[in-house]
């Protein structure tokens, strides 16, 4: 039985292959698996219980990353190889074959003791469904994402840069929790929308919903809260440094890059000088 889960409105879909008996996902997927709300199709992935013996096992024509935890190689014809690092053999193991697009392809169950065998594992399934949002404009973002009568807004930052805490801050507020640590910036049926993600940090609350996307905050915590409107031309720039856009790939950062051109030429930007205190959601409502 094939398994779907939509992310960003896009539908990713699951099937069991050879020596898998159903398809098993981490339990932070499961809020998404309601693909009725995909309005596209992301991508159809092959789950197995091992490698297959067609895959490339040479070294790669190019690699288009690579670091101490995982990396891409791209093997021309036969595609992209996604290997990760096995932490006790010490060494790449392959978890991936897909095609250039990342719309297609092969991914190998990870055995995780005690752990159930989930066939999206930690980095390759946020590395494989970043990748093809990618090719739909649609960009991975640093941030909590609240919504606040009735509009998306993202407050951006790396980590220690308060997202949590603005979160917990407007969760007192009354502001509905998307997801705390990493959301989904895209157009979508003529407007900027913000979505959430599986990828959660702290606060483990997660809605699957995907909301018009009112502003954007870059957070910097400080003794006095202070809003501060950022141009058009900064704010693109500002939005992509706080992002894991696919930089790796060409073809990849340049359709984030202009998918955010599309999304932050419709909507504001500004930076956020901010106390961790109710007075912060003040200053914030006095510019939305």
Not at 160 to 180: E, P, S, V
Not at 281 to 286: I, M
Request: some cysteine.
């Amino acid at each position: 039985m094939d398994v779907r889960v939509c992310i960003a409105g896009v539908a990713f879909t699951f099937s069991a292959g050879p020596g898998v008996d159903a398809v098993c996902l981490h339990p932070d997927y499961l809020p998404f698996l309601d693909a009725r709300t995909a309005s596209e199709h992301g991508a159809s992935i092959h789950v197995l219980a091992r490698a297959g013996d067609d895959w490339p096992q040479t070294h790669p024509s190019a690699w288009r990353w690579e670091s101490f935890m995982w990396r891409l190689g791209d093997f021309s014809e036969m595609g992209i190889r996604l290997d990760v690092r096995d932490l006790i053999e010490k060494k790449y193991v392959p978890v991936a074959l897909l095609h250039a697009d990342f719309g297609s392809g092969d991914v190998v169950v990870r055995q995780r003791k005690p752990r159930p065998a989930f066939a999206l594992n930690y980095p390759e399934g946020q590395i494989i469904l970043l990748n093809r949002l990618a090719m739909l404009q649609a960009g991975l973002v640093h941030s909590s994402a609240l919504v606040i009568d009735g509009r998306g807004y993202l407050f951006c930052g790396r980590s220690g840069a308060g997202k949590t805490t603005i979160a917990r801050l407007w969760k007192q507020r009354g502001g509905m929790l998307l997801c705390d640590d990493r959301n989904i910036v895209r157009w979508m049926n003529g407007c900027p929308f913000v979505c959430s993600t599986p990828w959660h940090g702290e606060d483990p609350e997660v809605n699957p919903v995907n909301v018009p996307l009112g502003g954007i905050f870059h957070l910097h915590q400080a003794p006095e809260n202070r809003v501060e409107e950022i141009p058009m031309t900064q704010a693109v720039a500002r939005l992509y440094a706080t992002s894991l856009a696919p930089f790796y790939d060409r073809t990849s950062a340049r359709l984030v890059l202009d998918g955010y051109v599309r999304c932050l030429d419709s909507v504001p930007s500004y930076d956020l000088h901010f106390t961790p205190d109710l007075r912060a959601t003040d200053a914030v409502l006095r510019v939305i």
